[in-house]
């Protein structure tokens, strides 16, 4: 990497401005070079401000030789005409060039003094009246933050586009929040991880045994617990993993956990007669919840908000079951027969019995495997309560999942956050309790997908006199989110489910249904050598090294020559892991050489990134509408604009480089991130150093990805491993014995 060099000079002039993320293109004329050309983030910078740049020397393929800034300072400028230029500049609405001049004339160098110390000595110039200079004065105090908020900022250790993040948020309040609370940061600014608010803690003298570091540490850890799809940690095991975290004794922890609890920023709760750790034991040993000793290590603690979830997900999925439907006269057996006929099939006795309790039951569960007949059963339940005159809406919590419910049924089907109108402005949904859903009906497809938070902000917008019909894969992957609802749901015994096991004559045509309900139960699936036909075939490679190199001839050549896929479109490899030689990481970058090497790119957060790329959004942007696991294509990258933008699905996004973080290439990516979508052809590379994670449920969410070629490429032993291990872990969640009948809370 080259080193870093400092230049100074005197803006001569802005190319380029984005006021939103500050990226600038300014003419510097700097002593000793003349007037070269610096770009960087160089939020609100003036014409005339002279200015301290750290970066490096960089040659543009368009534009030259230029200095690229990581970081900057404004410096007084030193002479007459940079102050005059400075203060024409548009700085200071109000003063052009000749008040400029007059100002010069009068105060001389101590113009810029007498402005930022003594505004009201301006009224001795002739042109400069109360109302003005009060406007003067505003404008230079926000021109003073900016300057203040970034030198501060940087000081400790912050980047340029942090700070302008940062600043942005808290605008004149920055340094007094970062003073107050630097791990705020981590909590509210995107991109600010806890390890880089603790360290700017630490450079502000924050001690290490301080309790305000300790609470933002047991955030954390609860927010760390999350990701990883927990609901709650156990009190004893947060402080473990909190003390771990922060290396001090858990003693100093446990006080801040209870101020925590106290204020409500966090909740516990403790299911009364449970002796053991409630996140791994049986769902029925818990009778009810109780107000018990709060600090008991086995007390579940919550961040309040996903508290209020799962409590109130239990509470109206009861208030939903205890009211009851619109009347509905209808001759059962006479409706299946009519969808019958309408579609020239004939429904197995398993179908048609789900068909009935479907009709019959206000709240129900359709779960079952490929080929098992989910699809046909949905499209005859929505054919015959439209028949009935009932208001039907479709639902899935991605858009691919929720394109091909559309396409299944012949009905519009929405994202969930579509569907309930989500308001990027006010960081929620329109419909609610207030402004439910107009639905008699409302069936959600790939039920295992959706993570507690969501289903608690759908249960609020369904009409008490609606029904619900949950349709998912019970043994696929949990949500990404916290919380493993569909299986909590089915666990509890409350409502009506319907598990379909029985495969179809037509998926017994295929290889990739037959061997994903033979690993479903514990079964090694059938290997295919490569030379043989059909659509699943087992590459046998033991090294990590022969299982890159065959992916790689794979997706560019042998696939798309045998079979025809777009290797850049309809090819996705599914890997169990992000980090090591086989992880999604280190594939993505081997693909994007083989499939894409030479296209117009950028590098953002150590990541390449071309023209071309397939990628996917990695967290929620509501401002954008785009959500987790959302795949699009690079079209174009605007470099002196600051814009790459994104086709998701003939939708173009326009991306602020600022955002480019929340993209990561997409030609590999981890099974966790494929829930809800299908590709032509999938590739699973398999080794055991995946062995951490090689569990049954992964491999059969990744085979089922595939719609025509799935494709293994590793260890027998490695599949051997995932097949014959039933999750190890499980969520920790309460929701199961919230939903039991009898119990509250």
Known sequence: MKPETTIEGAIERIVYANVENGWSVVRLVVRGRGEVTAVGNLLSVQPGESLRLTGQWIKDRKFGRQFKADSYMTIKPETFIGIEKYLASGLVPGIGKEL?????????????????????????????????????????????????????????????????????????????????????????????GFKSADRIARHLGIAADSEQRAAAGVI????????????????????????ELLTVNAEIIAPALDDLIATGELAAVVPAGNTADPSISDSNTADRFAAADLNTPHAAIYLKALEVAEKGVA??????????????????????????????????????????????????????????????????????????????????????????????????????????????????????????????????????????????????????????????????????????????????????VVRLDEIFRQALDSL????????????????????????????????????????????????PRSFGFDPTREIQLLTPMRRGLLGAANLNAELQTLLNPDSEGITRSGQLLRVGDRVMQVRNNYDLDVFNGDIGRIQSFDTE?????????????????????????????????????????VVIPLHTQHFTLLQRNLIYTALTRGRRLVIIVGSRRALEIAVESQNSTRRATLLTERLQPGLRG
């Open 100 to 192: 400029a001049r007059r100002l010069v004339q009068h105060f001389g160098l101590d113009t810029l003094d007498v402005i930022d110390q003594q505004p009201d000595r301006l009224t001795e110039v002739e042109g400069f009246g109360r109302v003005r200079v009060k406007r003067i004065k505003a404008a230079w105090k926000e021109q003073s933050e900016i300057r203040d908020v970034m030198v501060f900022l940087q000081s400790h250790g912050i980047s340029t586009a942090f700070a302008i993040k940062i600043y942005k948020l808290y605008r004149g309040s920055a340094i007094s929040v970062v003073r107050e609370n630097p791990f705020r940061l981590a909590r509210e600014v995107r991109g600010i």
């Open 220 to 243: 954390h850890t609860l927010r760390q617990a999350a990701d990883q799809g927990h609901v709650y940690v156990p009190r004893q095991q947060l402080l473990l993993d909190t003390s």
């Open 315 to 496: 509470t109206l999925f009861r208030a939903l079951t205890a009211q009851q439907s619109l009347p509905l006269e209808i001759d059962i057996g006479r409706a299946i027969r009519w969808f019958e006929n309408s579609q020239s099939l004939e429904l197995a006795t398993q179908q048609r019995r789900a068909l009935q309790q479907a009709i019959t039951h206000k709240v129900m569960v359709l779960t079952g495997g490929p080929g098992t007949g989910k699809t046909t059963l949905v499209k005859g339940i929505v054919s015959i309560l439209t028949m009935k005159g009932l208001r039907v809406q479709l639902a899935a919590p991605t858009g691919r999942a929720a394109k091909r419910l559309s396409e299944a049924t012949g009905i519009e089907a929405k994202t969930v956050h579509r569907l309930l109108e989500f308001n990027p402005r006010e960081r929620g949904f329109s419909r609610g309790p207030d402004n439910p859903l107009t639905t008699d009906l409302l069936i959600i497809d790939e039920a295992s997908m959706m993570d507690i938070t969501l289903t608690y902000n759908l249960l609020k917008a369904v009409p008490q006199k609606s029904r619900l019909i949950l349709v998912g894969d019970i043994d696929q992957l949990p949500s990404i989110g916290p919380g493993r609802v569909l299986a909590d749901v089915i666990d509890s015994g409350a409502f009506e």
């Open 512 to 559: 990739i249904i037959t061997n994903a309900h033979r690993v479903r139960v514990g079964v090694m699936p059938t290997l295919r050598p490569p030379d043989d036909e059909g659509d699943f075939f087992f590459f046998e490679r033991n090294e990590p090294e022969a299982i890159l190199a065959t992916v790689k001839r794979l997706i560019g050549q042998r696939i």
């Open 641 to 681: 604009n600051e814009i790459a933008r994104v086709d998701f699905d003939d939708r173009e996004v326009d991306y602020d480089f600022l955002e480019l973080d929340e993209l990561a290439l997409a030609y590999a990516c981890s099974i966790h991130k494929s829930q809800g979508s299908e590709y032509p052809c």
